[in-house]
């Protein structure tokens, strides 16, 4: 059957941010067809693309609605999201490979946007923007 993995995400994305990419993520947000917006890229390619939606499980009881909003000050769009799936095809590492190079900003020092927690591991993986 497969493992839950649970993803913790929160960004700031690039002040350029593309039209394109704007319209994909407010679909991704609502759950709405992609219909001729959809960008060449693995995660696109897979059935789970409605992952910001897909809400909370028995392993992590936690249902939180994605965001997704333009900030005035900061001339930004911010993304946030919680979820779980069974990451049969690596859905999240994908989702994060596509969205990692329109990310501007994260926490701390070294930036960190997600938090991946494996039903099974006792230590989650973190993701930072400023990995070398």
Known sequence: MGM?????????????????????????V?????G?????????KSD???LLRSGGSYYFPVI????FWFDKIANRWFL???????????????FIGWIKPYIQQGVGERNFFA???YEE???????YLNDV
């Open 4 to 28: 839950y993995t649970e993803i913790i995400f929160g960004a700031g994305l690039k002040e350029e941010l593309p039209d394109v990419v704007v319209s994909v993520i407010k679909k991704l």
């Open 30 to 34: 609502v759950g709405e067809e992609l």
């Open 36 to 44: 001729k917006d959809v960008p060449d890229h693995p995660f696109f």
């Open 48 to 50: 789970r693309t409605w």
């Open 64 to 67: 939180v609605e994605p965001t």
């Open 80 to 94: 946030h999201f919680r979820t779980n799936i069974k990451n049969y095809d690596y859905e999240i590492e994908k």
């Open 115 to 117: 938090i991946v927690t």
């Open 121 to 127: 591991e006792s230590e989650p993986t973190i993701y």
